[in-house]
């Protein structure tokens, strides 16, 4: 099993650009979840999908974030406008039950 | 929401030291991980335990759901041990909707 897969990993833009992160879940995993991580706020829940339907945004931070998850096997982040304040490492995690297996993370900074 | 305390923040130890790691929350759970961030940053899952015990070589974890806490216990720390854990739970009364992380224990152990 090749456990979760994000892309890319390592992103750098300018602010007021257009970000898309990346996240191939683990085949046969019926929940995903994006996490973000920063220095002053730890690790945080952004959105969960269970069957592809997003259950929870909560904790989306702005309009600027959106999320899909067009089918089982692939979910985007997409961050429109860019900010620096959007910094941080993005995680992916999927799972089949309740335990979660976490993607490498996406690194993205905005300048 | 569900607050998780972990404690100490931060350990510092000489290789072949004991050590253990606390994780309090505050409500019931029907999840708690273990996770291990390596400096590389990913997120190494250590042990998903709800309740009971576990044991994995040198790691053991053990959770009383009754009183809402949990330790990772680590023998023989080696160098490669150093990073940052973190305990992560998610409340009961539901299905898998998201975790809620504690601010980790940074860990390092010298040679």
């Known amino acids: 099993d090749a456990g979760v897969i994000q892309s890319p990993r390592h992103e750098v833009t300018e602010m007021g650009q257009e970000v898309t992160l990346r996240c191939k879940p683990i085949?046969?995993?019926?929940?995903l979840f994006w996490y973000r991580q920063t220095m002053m706020r730890g690790l945080e829940l952004l959105i969960y999908f269970n069957n592809n339907v997003p259950i929870d945004d909560s904790g989306m931070p702005e309009d600027r974030f959106s999320a899909k998850m067009p089918n089982a096997s692939f979910s985007t982040l997409k961050i429109q406008p860019s900010e620096p304040r959007d910094s941080a490492v993005y995680f992916c995690a999927s799972t089949a039950g309740y335990e979660q297996y976490f993607g490498p993370g996406t690194r993205l900074t905005v300048t | 929401g569900i607050q998780v305390e972990q404690s100490p923040p931060d350990l510092i130890l000489q290789e072949g030291a004991n050590s253990t790691l606390r994780c309090n929350f505050s409500d019931s759970v029907n999840n708690l991980q273990w996770f291990h961030q390596n400096p590389w940053g990913q997120l190494i899952n250590l042990f998903y335990?709800?309740?009971g015990t576990k044991q994995n070589g040198r790691l053991s974890a053990t959770t009383v759901a009754t009183e809402r806490y949990s330790l990772l216990y680590i023998s023989s720390s080696q160098t490669t041990d150093s990073g940052v854990y973190f305990c992560a739970v998610e409340r009961a009364g539901g299905g898998a909707d998201g975790l809620t992380f504690g601010k980790g224990t940074h860990l390092i152990i010298q040679p």
């Open positions: 085949s046969g995993h019926n929940s």
């Open positions: 335990i709800p309740s």
